[in-house]
């Protein structure tokens, strides 16, 4: 995608963490290593209101995709010391009519009480991803480590049905599975009953989950040996353990996060 502007860039180019963040950053590494990265463009940190007045809804119109997921990405967030996870805001359903006010949230986040108390009242500087939503089958996250235990050996994954959002939030139990290499070792399924999508007329909804699927495993051992072998990859490419956010549709695994796992020590 070119936007057509020299302000923003498309994600896999984001080649700079001091100017489109940490998370973009990450993404861009793993797109252009080969993972599955949804489109998008970044908003660099410092890009001035009449840029975003007159460049961000073209830009939109070129992504393609009718929604959108707008998500923070601070220069200091997703980090090896500090990961920043939940402190700025992001956004899932954006449609062009939301967009601007979704961008503005993003940025403003940057100076909340809550991300300064965080960083012990640093200045934040922060950049904005825009990428196509995809709608997940199923959502988790994985860890390439054990991060309780701090096993090497291990896999840990967790996975809900729909968007990811109610796992992070901790609105939602997982399913929780342990893998060595990627042999499955452990399935611990957790019910659910309802999950949330999009919505098509913009934002997301909750949709009750099929009868049959509220209790069964989530993953089945193809698709769990797929996230856990992308969170294999995902270390070696970074060189340290690492916590994905990944998401499945229509059998296609997207990778949507990655940064360190901290608080291992060496």
């Not at 500090?82 to 979704?102: E, I, M, W």
Request: with cysteine.
């Amino acid at each position: 995608m070119n936007t057509g502007t020299e302000f923003f860039c498309q994600l896999g180019q984001a080649s700079d963490p001091e100017l489109y963040g940490r998370k973009a950053f990450n993404l861009a590494l793993l797109a252009r290593s080969g993972f599955r990265v949804p489109r998008g463009f970044v908003i660099p940190a410092g890009t001035r209101p009449e840029k975003l007045d007159r460049e961000l809804a073209a830009a939109f119109t070129q992504l393609g995709s009718p929604l959108a997921a707008v998500r923070s990405s601070a220069a200091s967030e997703d980090g090896v010391k500090t990961s920043f996870a939940g402190q700025f805001d992001s956004f899932l359903g954006v449609g062009a009519a939301g967009l601007r006010q979704a961008v503005n949230a993003c940025l403003t986040s940057a100076s909340s009480a809550r991300a300064a108390a965080y960083g012990g009242g640093a200045a934040v500087r922060m950049a904005v991803i825009v990428q196509e939503l995809v709608d997940a089958d199923v959502s988790g996250v994985a860890f390439s480590c054990d991060p309780v235990t701090g096993d090497r050996n291990s896999v840990v994954v967790e996975a809900i049905y729909g968007l990811c959002e109610p796992l992070v939030s901790g609105a939602v139990t997982p399913d929780h599975y342990t893998l060595t290499g990627l042999e499955v070792k452990e399935t611990l399924p957790a019910p659910q009953r309802e999950l949330l999508a999009a919505d098509p007329a913009g934002g997301t909804l909750t949709r009750p989950v099929p009868e049959a699927l509220r209790s069964a495993p989530k993953l089945n051992a193809e698709a769990l040996r797929q996230v856990g072998a992308a969170a294999i990859r995902a270390e070696l490419l970074f060189g340290a353990p690492m916590d994905i956010e990944w998401a499945l549709k229509d059998g296609k695994l997207y990778l949507l996060q990655a940064r360190p796992v901290t608080g291992l020590g060496d």
